[in-house]
């Protein structure tokens, strides 16, 4: 049997043991142990013994991760509707929400080992998943956890819903298809590993009514709580839109957050239309025009007018033609007159 003790690893080196069942020493915690409140219900256990995978798979309300993805937080809270609060009317939480807690994301780890695993240090594992023990700092305070896994220890450390499946439900859940609920229960933009006591005080409250004490926490906690009510079309109420405008107002830049669970934005193709090539210019023959010669001689050019006398006759014109030339069809000017086919000569 290995020993797992309260001194804890530096915190950049990750440990994984091969574990034996049986009773762990008591470990020292820097805060009591409170009864826990972050399980789906009464009966379900903080630490699941066993990995259940949902029936369907992960399931959002927006179509893909443009809606937030290179925005901010600030810009993407004016996207969220603003509505009065539902009535908590049929509210079950594992009915709801599904058992706590589940491999939403089929990696063979339940969600709250996968919390721990992101946001402890010094890690100690019992083979590829289940911590052992940890340190945390908790977002919400600022204070230190010795976390050691145990009936009555591991409770010191819980995974807080972002926004809570109350306040979920009174948003617009109630809307949400099943799957969908059990996504926005597992989904690790709406979760964090905190103390104990934070998860306590905070219950189902918005950010309205309740904010981490850590101040400089609070922008990453709003912007998250945005951008989970944008992924799953959730609204918040004018008390809650106005809270979280003005601790955003602090950190406008402050981007939103993409959930591992919505499908990646996929670039439309750019079409590309090459114009066809201009078609050549037809060229058109000039329409003819009447020959202003006459066909029926050869050798020089007979003028077509109303009569072509030779030059130096008795013929009064109008038009004159000086030598000779050849008939070669009618001689309706008269120039030949001794038919030899000359005329003028």
């Avoid at 590829?128 to 896994?149: A, E, M, N």
């Avoid at 406008?252 to 670039?267: D, K, L, Q, R, Y």
């Avoid at 025009?289 to 007979?302: A, E, I, K, L, R």
């Avoid at 072509?308 to 050849?326: E, H, I, N, R």
Wanted: charged share 15%; glycine share 8%.
């Amino acid at each position: 049997m290995v020993m797992v003790g309260a001194a804890i690893a530096p915190p950049s080196s990750h440990q994984t043991l091969d574990v034996a069942t049986g009773p762990l020493p008591t470990p020292r915690i820097s805060a009591p142990p409170v009864t826990p409140t972050d399980s789906f219900s009464a009966e379900s256990a903080i630490d699941p013994k066993t990995v259940t995978v949902p029936a369907e798979d992960a399931s959002v309300a927006i179509l893909d991760s443009s809606t937030t993805d290179q925005t901010t937080a600030f810009a993407l809270l004016e996207t969220v509707p603003v509505k009065g609060p539902a009535p908590m009317t049929g509210y079950v939480r594992t009915a709801m929400f599904g058992a706590a807690w589940l491999d939403e994301d089929r990696n063979g780890c339940d969600t709250r080992n996968d919390m721990l695993s992101r946001d402890l240090t010094a890690i100690v594992k019992s083979g590829s998943c289940r911590v052992l023990s940890g340190r945390l700092v908790s977002p919400y305070t600022g204070g230190v956890i010795d976390f050691v896994r145990g009936n009555r220890t591991s409770t010191a450390v819980q995974i807080d819903h972002v926004v809570s499946l109350g306040d979920a439900w009174r948003t617009g859940a109630q809307q949400l298809t099943g799957a969908q609920r059990v996504a926005l229960a597992n989904d690790p933009i709406n979760l964090f590993a905190v103390d104990a006591r934070s998860n306590a005080q905070k219950r189902d409250g918005d950010t309205a009514t309740w904010l981490p004490a850590s101040k400089p926490f609070r922008c990453i906690y709003v912007s998250h709580q945005v951008s989970v009510k944008a992924t799953y079309g959730l609204w918040v109420t004018q008390a809650e839109h106005d809270a979280m405008a003005r601790v955003l107002s602090d950190c406008a830049s402050m981007p939103a957050v993409t959930s591992p669970f919505v499908p990646t934005s996929v670039p439309q193709p750019v079409v590309v239309v090459t114009p066809a090539p201009a078609a050549s210019p037809v060229k058109v023959a000039p329409a003819p025009t009447p020959s202003s010669c006459d066909p029926n001689y050869s050798g020089q050019c007979v003028p077509v007018t109303s009569d072509v006398d030779c030059a130096g006759g008795s013929g009064d014109g109008p038009a004159y033609l000086t030598g000779t030339v050849s008939v070669i069809g009618s001689d309706h000017y008269g120039l030949d007159r001794n038919h030899d086919g000359i005329g003028c000569n």
